[in-house]
């Protein structure tokens, strides 16, 4: 009864998040599009992102069908090893699979994975279609009704995607659940389907991320170098051939990418405490421990509802301040609920035995207050908010260390690098203390469950947190809009102020989006281990160390993959911005149009077929450690991934972020100015901070929880491995 | 008896070594010094290196003096608890500690840190008195005698600090061993005090690598910016106020820290096995095992020094080939002594009870070949030799990385920067693999001794590497006398020829370097694990896993600290230069003399200043983790240093060594040679690269075998911790 009144309630906020969804799109429609020299500029752009969408998801469509396929028949014949193998293991679930047949093991995860993908793709979609409707508009309003206006559409956009994300979400995660238990599944087994829906999430997010940034990236980096410096042309000028391109790629990488990045996280930490909840309880509590989980979920999409209409723009009021509003009224709203749900499910918390093999004493002790599963949420609730505000200290030209760089610009391309690398790689400490200091509070709260639950609560408030993400690129399109349909420069300031924002919310994102990384893929991790049946995963086991050192050393090799692939994008985009200047030599003069279509093709080919390699590495790794060297080599190695992928995830992100705001701190006429050698400097550390904190960085987060999701999914397979 | 042989020999041997060290050194000291000009400059740098080591000792001797009392009175009053946890452990020691006073615990430990201390600054110190000799004198047989001869000269000056460090490091531990037998001691007590000897070491060899390489990157850094970019003058000009501290700065650098470090990845990983075969081997047969960690050391110095002796230049042959036939003849006679030693052991391997927890079946199955030890060294040397060659090959001309980089420095120094951060990156791959395939192969074979073995096996020759590795930088000063002295055309000819020699053998050092500290570091966490009573460190506990995130963090601020600290120090440098040239405007002219001495006492307070706070993060660090969390969370923590460390260690040495030779490569006139933009954007990469490869690249080495000693030292103090 109670679970099906819960299935139900949640039922009811997902579907209510994607029809506010769909009410905001027709909203953002309904707002004025403006004349045909912004229509026209705008098609190019839709149609530009419309085109790598189309692109990219035949690609990914292949791999969707065949991974499916290949799930199923893995999971069909390896039935007998995978139930044999987890009905001799440690975890207390006495493998009621054994059950069902072969068939249902195979169809639940293919069909769940299908699901994780389709949604996930859904989500992207979506959000980048609002996101180029409104950039236009937003561009119109600011002509035509100022800055509350224009920021009213951009966040009205962005939120298209927030609420799309948390409700595709949350809805597939329903589905699989409700599905399972409705043909006569348990509770542990429906969580192992929904892990299938999560790693369906994860492998779109990894196309999406590194696919959308190595787009972005080349489109960018052709832009600037043919355009503004070989050409002197400024900033979104509509004689460059790149220009389309370049703004597309905001929508592709930073809109679409941004969006299944962030949908996998919030899937996965979901998973990852429902598992630990499927794991640690008894039978008769589990489906509670794991109602609990979704509760703790669809609270926090009610909240972000919520929030997002207090996020009301007001003359004279900083529209960060807007956006800050609303945040804080989902926060606290989410905090009240979860505190609520907490006082109905004591009953779970208070009487049930929860069961922890490893700190049963501990567990007890905490769980007769029976509020623990509460704090562990506001923990992660806390990491998360922490770490977004030290990405921003570190990133933020009103403090020190963006300043130091700027300084620094001034003897040179070397020192600003130096000044830069270092700053990035400081920035490091803080984060990893909150992050090292939310894992043991939340442990020593609620146990492994407790863990799991901070990642919950750090992504609990995910629908405002991308509506807010979602709205900077949207600012960003509409100032390139009203560059290249000139507008009057009153125009191009507020769209300048509403993108100012959007640098700020991106740097805090940055940070979010590595603290939930970590948060979540410690949260799988601790299933997986439970799952592929370990007591330990022995770092003083030489095999585990070696294990431990390869994932490391895959942190490092799949960003070098990442940043060279860039490279030779934009290499490609470059060649094609130089040959129209050379066979349309009419272009600079305004008197030929330049082939906007061609760069957002060759954009297209090149970002698609530099993914590839990459995205298999973060796949096949996985499966080829566990399956050569067995689950206690690959856990190994994934927590060799996960610490050095924090870490470079954190500092290529903050590098990246200082670089950017230092060459932008001396543009406005600190230590030089535009066109110094200090400015030049400055633009060299942000072209090499661009892939770093915009595709390489990002797509480290993925990989964390690609590869840990992999790795739960089939978890109970590894075994001992052949060696 | 066998004890009382080995021993013997072993002293012998070491003795040996020393004496062959002072024998080479007045060999140096006989050939002809050159002409007053020769004479002049040679001792200003003398002077220079000198009054360096004077002022650093200083710092030093009040660390070693307090430390020293510290370790005492620790040990000392923290007996009752120390003797009381090991008690309690689950290691094989029935603890006969309990026998011995609180003050011979803690008068062993700390004489032995005092002496392993000692022990460290003189091997830096004759190395680099010898280095300091031999510059003017290889310059001079360069002008006198060619080629031949000059090399010749440069490696008897390097040999002196290979042998001394062997010779040192050897006799310093054959000491502590014999002492503490003759006191009465038991074997496993014996190797306990031994590790206090390897913290001395470890102590110094930290401040040496750190203090030398930020002097030796401060003096370059603003010869290179003042002298040869302000002031247009070429390298090593007499007229650069710089010239003579950067002269210096690689004998206290390349020298002086080279030495230390190596000496401490020596005597640590004979400390490392030694104490594996303590733990590991039953009552009777323990001082057996050590006995052969200890032969197969001196083996290995006894091989070094007959593989000097096959150093011989040839006219019309490469210098490299000739400094490769002395490290391949080294190395087979190496080999053919541990075969021979191994037999010579076969009783204690083939029929002792050779006990090791976890692997049992393992281990018997394999001792009952009793070669497994010999194999276990063998693939140790391997995976030494394949790093180097690795290393080689991502930071040589010869090979396609350079060039790449070189070609993308025509497009500008955001293109050098990325090529050259995506080589480092990718540059990890091959070693980890190798270095993953090492540990699991030399586990398979030996168990844990097997992997100590390795470790051993790898340095073994270190007497005729580190001869190689200390002739580098000779060659390197006599090009730089001979430029400032005005010597012909042909003798910078001569002297480039063999500095060219002296980056390969460089590079190769460094990646040779790195993967010895990562096994050594492998051998003592795991020595350390067994002292510290673990049976595991468990990452998928979240304490632990909280420590391995702040241990991988740690490399990377370490890193951050340490580079800022060369900017630090370089500004200081830059200052004064710039002072000079403005106060004394005659120097452009040769009317006035630079006041050189300044420059040094600059750059040597500088580095001293900057240098104490990583240090004394990497000393103070594992204490307090271990303290308060207790062992098995700094063992997650020492396991997040190792992995990162070795990843940001390879990475920041091989981008910097492959931005050093791509801007070499231009020079040569390809991709517009000198002057160019293209050599520009590549001087940017090598400043870049310059604190990366040569200060924070090689600081983590010593980072993370330090953190490990310490831990290893304390490892029965920590408990559980606090918390």
Not at 99 to 107: K, V
Request: hydrophobic share 50%.
């Amino acid at each position: 009864m109670r679970t099906a009144i819960y299935l139900i309630i949640g039922f009811v906020i997902s579907l209510g998040a994607l029809a506010y969804a769909f009410y905001l799109y027709r909203k953002v429609l309904s707002f004025d599009q403006g004349d045909d020299k912004i229509k026209e500029i705008s098609s190019y752009i839709k149609e530009g992102a419309a085109a790598f969408l189309r692109s990219e998801y035949k690609v990914i469509y292949t791999f969707i069908v065949i991974t499916t396929i290949l799930i199923f028949f893995g999971f069909y014949f390896g039935y007998d090893t995978l139930s044999g193998l987890t009905s001799n293991s440690n975890t207390n679930i006495i493998v009621e699979q054994t059950e069902y047949s072969a068939l249902f093991y195979g169809l639940g995860t293919s069909l769940s994975f299908l699901l994780g993908s389709i949604f996930s793709l859904s989500a992207g979609f979506i959000g980048m279609k609002s996101a180029t409707n409104a950039n236009s508009r937003t561009t119109t309003a600011a002509r035509d009704s100022g800055i509350v206006k224009a920021l009213d559409v951009a966040f009205k956009g962005g939120s298209v995607m927030g609420m799309g994300v948390v409700g595709f979400g949350l809805l597939g995660l329903f589905i699989v659940v409700s599905l399972s238990l409705a043909i006569g599944v348990d509770a542990y087994e429906a969580i192992t389907y929904a892990a299938g829906y999560s790693l369906g999430a994860s492998s779109i997010a990894l196309f999406g991320r590194v696919g959308g940034g190595i787009y972005t990236k080349a489109a960018d980096v052709a832009a600037d170098l043919v355009g503004k410096i070989e050409n002197s042309i400024p900033e979104d000028d509509p004689r460059n051939p790149a220009v389309i391109a370049d703004n597309v790629g905001d929508n592709v990488g930073d809109v679409a990418g941004m969006g299944s990045d962030l949908l996998e996280s919030y899937v996965s930490s979901i998973i990852g405490a429902a598992t630990m909840a499927a794991l640690i309880f008894t039978a008769d509590h589990r489906m509670n421990g794991i109602l609990f989980v979704l509760a703790i979920a669809f609270s926090g999409v009610l909240a972000s509802i919520v929030g997002t209409m207090f996020v009301r723009g007001k003359e004279g009021k900083s529209p960060f301040k807007s956006l800050k509003n609303g945040t804080y009224a989902s926060a606290g709203l989410f905090i009240a609920l979860s505190l609520l749900i907490n006082f109905l499910f004591l009953d779970t918390f208070g009487s049930a035995l929860y069961y922890d093999q490893n700190d049963v004493f501990m567990n007890i002790r905490n769980f007769a207050f029976g509020l623990a599963p509460f704090v562990s949420i506001i923990i992660g609730l806390a990491v998360g908010v922490l770490i977004g505000l030290v990405s921003e200290y570190y990133t933020s030209a009103d403090y020190k260390h963006v300043k130091n760089i700027a300084k620094q610009s001034q003897t040179g391309h070397a020192t600003n690098i130096i000044a830069g690398m270092a700053t990035g790689m400081e920035s490091s400490l803080i984060p990893v203390l909150i992050l090292a200091a939310g894992i043991i509070g939340s442990f020593l709260v609620g146990g492994l469950f407790g863990v799991g639950l901070a990642a919950v609560g750090m992504l609990s408030t995910a629908g405002i947190t991308i509506s807010v993400d979602a709205y900077g690129p949207i600012a960003d399109n509409a100032g390139g809009i009203a560059e290249m349909s000139g507008q009057d420069k009153s125009v191009r300031a507020i769209t300048d102020k509403l993108d100012s924002v959007g640098n700020t919310t991106a740097a805090i994102e940055k940070g979010f989006a590595i603290g939930s990384a970590a948060m979540t893929a410690i949260a799988l991790f601790s299933a997986f281990i439970r799952k592929a049946g370990l007591s330990a995963i022995d770092v003083a086991q030489p095999r585990v160390m070696a294990g431990l050192i390869i994932g490391a050393m895959l942190a490092f090799f799949f960003s070098s993959l990442v940043i060279k692939s860039v490279g030779k994008a934009a290499n490609k985009m470059i060649d094609e911005v130089r040959r129209q200047y050379k066979e349309m030599p009419g272009i600079l003069e305004y008197t030929e149009k330049p082939d906007y279509a061609q760069c957002v093709t060759i954009a297209t080919n090149a970002a698609l077929k530099e993914m590839m390699l990459p995205a298999l590495l973060a796949i096949i790794t996985p499966l080829a450690i566990g399956f050569i060297f067995g689950s206690e080599v690959l856990g190994g190695m994934l927590a060799g991934t996960l610490v050095t992928g924090i870490m470079l995830a954190i500092f290529m992100a903050n590098a990246g972020g200082a670089w950017d705001n230092a060459k932008k701190l001396i543009e406005t006429g600190e230590f030089g100015g535009k066109g110094s050698e200090a400015h030049k400097a400055a633009v060299t550390g942000d072209t090499v901070g661009d892939p770093f904190k915009d595709t390489a960085g990002p797509s480290i987060d993925i990989l964390i929880k690609l590869m840990t999701t992999i790795s739960l999914v089939f978890a109970a397979a590894f075994g001992l491995g052949l060696f």
